[in-house]
């Protein structure tokens, strides 16, 4: 082969050109990169997603658990709810209110009267007392039981009558354990009440 065109009598040919241009790849060291990384990338996502579906149905688990034991206890409440107003209802029945009345040494009240006001004070009906053929009985049950009884010794010793009032009537304290003065009329106030 002749020169190289455009190359005049005093250019030389290249060694290794032989006239012609070779153009050879040679492997090199590929880059780091490649799919190790990528890999590892979606096993960390694949592992992260499987810990939080197994928190999540824990999660779920543990309310399922609490949601049914306080059902449990809603039915226990619901039933003791239910006996004590059965109980309730058992016990504020009329024939109910009367043995205990009866218990208590309470009697059946007589004929009522009542003051009609409207109509100038007119007294209806016919008062009577209560009627019991035996003598009324103190009752040693507790009227109201669990309640704290007041101590004798907690109530005032002696009835000791106040400064009249402005109507001139007069005021006494009763110990119930220690009879009481009768209240004498003042001269301003008349008999007393």
């Known amino acids: 082969m002749g ?31 490649g799919r190790t990384p990528f890999a590892v990338l979606v096993v960390v996502l694949l592992a992260a997603g499987l ?63 009542f003051l009609d006001v409207p109509n100038g004070g007119k007294v209806l009906g016919t008062p009577a007392p209560a009627q019991d053929g035996q003598p009324v009985k103190r009752s040693t049950a507790e009227p109201w039981p669990g309640k704290p009884q007041p101590s004798p010794s907690a109530q005032p010793s002696a009835a000791a009558p106040t400064a009249p009032a402005a109507g001139g009537d007069t005021t006494v304290q009763i110990n119930p354990a220690v009879p009481a003065p009768r209240p004498t009329p003042t001269a301003t106030g008349g008999a007393g009440r």
């Not at 190289?4 to 780091?32: D, E, F, H, K, N």
């Open 3 to 33: 020169p190289v065109a455009g190359g005049g009598a005093g250019s030389a040919v290249l060694p290794g050109q032989g006239g012609r241009a070779r153009i050879t790849v040679r492997p090199g060291r590929r880059p780091v990169r």
């Open 51 to 113: 810990l939080g579906l197994l928190a999540l149905n824990t999660a779920l688990n543990e309310g399922s658990f609490e949601l049914s034991r306080l059902q449990r206890q809603t039915t226990v409440f619901t039933d003791e709810q239910q006996g004590l107003q059965h109980q309730i209802d058992q016990n504020s029945a009329p024939d109910a209110l009367a043995r205990r009345a009866a218990e208590l040494g309470m009697v059946p009240a007589g004929g009522m009267a």
